[in-house]
């Protein structure tokens, strides 16, 4: 790309979102100046890889010269975190963040914003069950959806920044659409939270189970209870936040989710193979559709390249 979309990109956090934007945004050219805002540990490793042009742990100082600014932190530090970056804020930018929560996070980033600045929320729908600045990689966001959820009201300016911010998705590889923030909140909780919740659960449960020990777990474990801990494997505070900060809309999938094991339960009980099977055989048809839409892999084992190490796979 011969002229970046944004001059100076500030991203708060760098973790395996940030870290992934910060590396993609390089690659692109879709930024000209990168900076990005840790602390601690991970300041001081974000440093040592040189992903970035400058690393600052005064969000006030990352977020004073920047056309974008990206809260890449765990939904529920969003609202601190703009709090404090709000009054530096450059006139004219562009204010957004990557959280999979979406109604809550926008109005945290609405209420401490001044009026010269476009908040933007939006949620790459991607990622991997590693974290830190060590696991983002470039090629993350490729063929992957970015939900923005800009508001429905919109001037000029608001505009033109609502296609700034798709511009520079679009350069990280990225899909874009835009939706309404209640709805984005509803289909996510569908398809990503209540999965999250599920596979959670079971790991716990069969960690709990005390006629099974742990290392049958570990040595027996088939595909179905593999990919389960690769999802429960995931960071335990950003989705800790997901589940406090999208509530509702998790409660009211969890419940039609009940209604529908409870039935299943007694199809098992009362030995009603043809309403087995014709689940079965939705559901099927659903995994083939999303093949066909590109977001997974008809491969072997879905994939997998054995021998690899999965820290191997995600490294930038």
Same mark, same amino acid.
């Given at each position: 790309?011969?002229?970046? $979309?944004?001059?100076?990109?500030?991203?708060?956090?760098?973790?395996?979102?940030?870290?992934?934007?910060?590396?993609?945004?390089?690659?692109?050219?879709?930024?000209?100046?990168?900076?990005?805002?840790?602390?601690?540990?991970?300041?001081?490793?974000?440093?040592?890889?040189?992903?970035?042009?400058?690393?600052?742990?005064?969000?006030?100082?990352?977020?004073?010269?920047?056309?974008?600014?990206? @809260?890449?932190?765990?939904?529920?530090?969003?609202?601190?975190?703009?709090?404090?970056?709000?009054?530096?804020?450059?006139?004219?930018?562009?204010?957004?963040?990557?959280?999979?929560?979406?109604?809550?996070?926008?109005?945290?980033?609405?209420?401490?914003?001044?009026?010269?600045? @476009? $908040?933007?929320?939006?949620?790459?729908?991607?990622?991997?069950?590693?974290?830190?600045?060590?696991?983002?990689?470039?090629?993350?966001?490729?063929?992957?959806?970015?939900?923005?959820?800009?508001?429905?009201?919109?001037?000029?300016?608001?505009?033109?920044?609502?296609?700034?911010?798709?511009?520079?998705?679009?350069?990280?590889?990225?899909?874009?659409?835009?939706?309404? %923030?209640?709805?984005?909140? &509803? $289909?996510?909780?569908?398809?990503?939270? &209540?999965?999250?919740?599920?596979?959670?659960?079971?790991?716990?449960?069969?960690?709990?189970?005390?006629?099974?020990?742990?290392? %049958?777990?570990?040595?027996?474990?088939?595909?179905? @209870?593999?990919?389960?801990?690769?999802?429960?494997?995931?960071?335990?505070?950003?989705?800790?936040?997901?589940?406090?900060?999208?509530?509702?809309?998790?409660?009211?999938? &969890?419940?039609?989710?009940? %209604?529908?094991?409870?039935?299943?339960?007694?199809?098992?009980?009362?030995?009603?193979?043809?309403?087995?099977?014709?689940?079965?055989?939705?559901?099927?048809?659903?995994?083939?559709?999303?093949?066909?839409?590109?977001?997974?892999?008809?491969?072997?084992?879905?994939?997998?390249?054995?021998?690899?190490?999965?820290?191997?796979?995600?490294?930038?």
């Amino acid at each position: 790309m011969s002229t970046p $979309v944004f001059g100076t990109v500030a991203v708060i956090g760098c973790g395996l979102i940030g870290g992934s934007i910060v590396r993609a945004a390089r690659a692109s050219g879709a930024a000209g100046t990168i900076v990005v805002a840790e602390q601690g540990a991970a300041k001081t490793r974000v440093e040592e890889l040189g992903i970035a042009d400058r690393v600052t742990s005064d969000l006030q100082d990352a977020v004073k010269d920047a056309d974008l600014v990206i @809260f890449a932190t765990p939904v529920g530090a969003v609202a601190a975190a703009a709090a404090l970056a709000a009054p530096a804020y450059k006139a004219g930018a562009v204010i957004s963040d990557v959280g999979s929560v979406k109604a809550a996070t926008g109005q945290a980033m609405r209420d401490s914003a001044p009026a010269n600045v @476009f $908040v933007i929320p939006g949620h790459p729908i991607a990622g991997t069950e590693h974290s830190g600045p060590d696991a983002g990689f470039a090629e993350l966001f490729q063929n992957r959806w970015t939900i923005l959820t800009p508001a429905a009201s919109q001037d000029a300016g608001y505009a033109d920044a609502t296609d700034r911010l798709t511009a520079f998705w679009t350069a990280l590889g990225a899909r874009v659409e835009t939706m309404d %923030e209640q709805h984005h909140d &509803l $289909v996510l909780a569908v398809t990503s939270h &209540l999965p999250h919740l599920i596979a959670y659960n079971i790991v716990g449960t069969a960690a709990d189970l005390e006629e099974v020990t742990q290392a %049958e777990v570990m040595k027996y474990s088939a595909g179905g @209870f593999r990919d389960f801990t690769r999802i429960a494997a995931s960071d335990p505070v950003m989705w800790r936040d997901v589940f406090l900060n999208n509530k509702d809309a998790v409660l009211e999938i &969890l419940g039609r989710f009940t %209604e529908d094991l409870q039935a299943l339960s007694r199809a098992i009980r009362w030995g009603d193979g043809d309403k087995l099977q014709d689940l079965f055989t939705r559901t099927r048809a659903i995994r083939r559709g999303i093949i066909e839409a590109g977001q997974e892999t008809a491969e072997p084992d879905f994939g997998r390249h054995h021998g690899i190490a999965p820290a191997d796979k995600t490294q930038g």
